[in-house]
């Protein structure tokens, strides 16, 4: 027996399981527009990067180079160095080309005796020097017989082994009883040297060279607001020891001219280096003076 089969018109609904809606694209999300950085021209650049540098110098630490001996033995003609501006507080001689943006010292720090400091030299104020610190507001400060004496009482001197130094192209001998010639034909310059110890224990090494007339001086009072300050090499340095005299001495010097307290010599050089052979740039280089502090 064959089951019968019945036919399904062509137009007959269909069921519901074979049904399917017609599928409606999702509606598009839009497209996060990304900001665009206007990149800054290069004039602007430049202004940024001077006013960055600007106030670091200012307020940080800013370089500086000695071009004298009157810091020796510390410090050798041809060092350079970075010095801390915040110890002191800030005055105008504090921003650069000395801009007279502040009318009064702000955050003023008193010195201390030992201190080796970067400060304006009077009377000009326009000179930087560095000494350093001997005397504070209120020390009578006296050289009798080439000997310190603070607030009457003797500053211990001991004598040490004499300070060599190579002879360069930026370090002669003061004098011809100073010359020598080391062992292997160098020539160089032996200075008697001795430790100097300030009340509080700050010591460092001061150079003697001889009697010389600011061997003895008078006692000075140091005002309030000024610092009395000298060169470790006591025989040729003009200091605090001498009247202020424009490329001369600085006489007591006012605590507003401070500008930095120095912290750490970061290049050295015999001053032989020429910029147009690079090599020199090495042969002249002092690296065992790079990171000395204070």
């Excluded at 100097?196 to 010591?203: N, R």
Aim: include cysteine; charged fraction near 20%.
């Amino acid at each position: 027996m064959t089951a019968a089969m019945t036919d399904i018109p062509e137009n007959a609904p269909q069921s519901a399981a074979t049904e399917a809606p017609p599928v409606q694209d999702a509606p598009a999300k839009p497209v996060a527009k990304k900001k665009e950085r206007k990149e800054d021209s290069f004039p602007v650049f430049v202004i940024k990067l001077v006013l960055i540098v600007a106030f670091f110098r200012s307020f940080v630490f800013s370089p500086f180079n000695i071009p004298s001996e009157s810091m020796l033995p510390r410090l050798e003609n041809g060092d350079y160095l970075l010095a801390a501006k915040w110890p002191y507080g800030f005055s105008s001689y504090s921003l650069p080309f000395s801009l007279p943006l502040l009318p009064s010292r702000i955050m003023a720090g008193q010195p201390n005796r030992g201190d080796v400091v970067i400060f304006k030299a009077p009377p000009g104020n326009d000179v930087d020097y560095i000494k350093r610190v001997i005397g504070l507001p209120g020390d009578t400060v006296q050289m009798i017989g080439g000997q310190l004496h603070l607030n009457g009482t003797p500053v211990p001197k001991v004598k040490v082994d004499d300070f060599v130094i190579k002879v360069s192209a930026n370090t002669s001998c003061i004098a011809p009883e100073f010359e020598a010639v080391e062992k292997d034909g160098t020539p160089s310059c032996h200075y008697p040297q001795f430790r100097e110890t300030l009340p509080g224990g700050k010591s460092y090494n001061v150079l003697d060279l001889g009697y010389r007339p600011q061997d003895d001086t008078p006692p000075v009072i140091v005002p309030a607001g000024h610092v009395f300050l000298m060169g470790d090499n006591r025989d040729n340095s003009m200091d605090s020891r001498f009247p202020a005299v424009e490329g001369g001495g600085i006489g007591l010097v006012p605590q507003d001219n401070l500008i930095g307290r120095a912290t750490i010599v970061m290049w050295s050089t015999d001053g032989s280096a020429n910029w147009f052979l690079p090599w020199t740039w090495f042969t002249a280089l002092r690296a065992n003076r790079i990171g000395g502090t204070f």
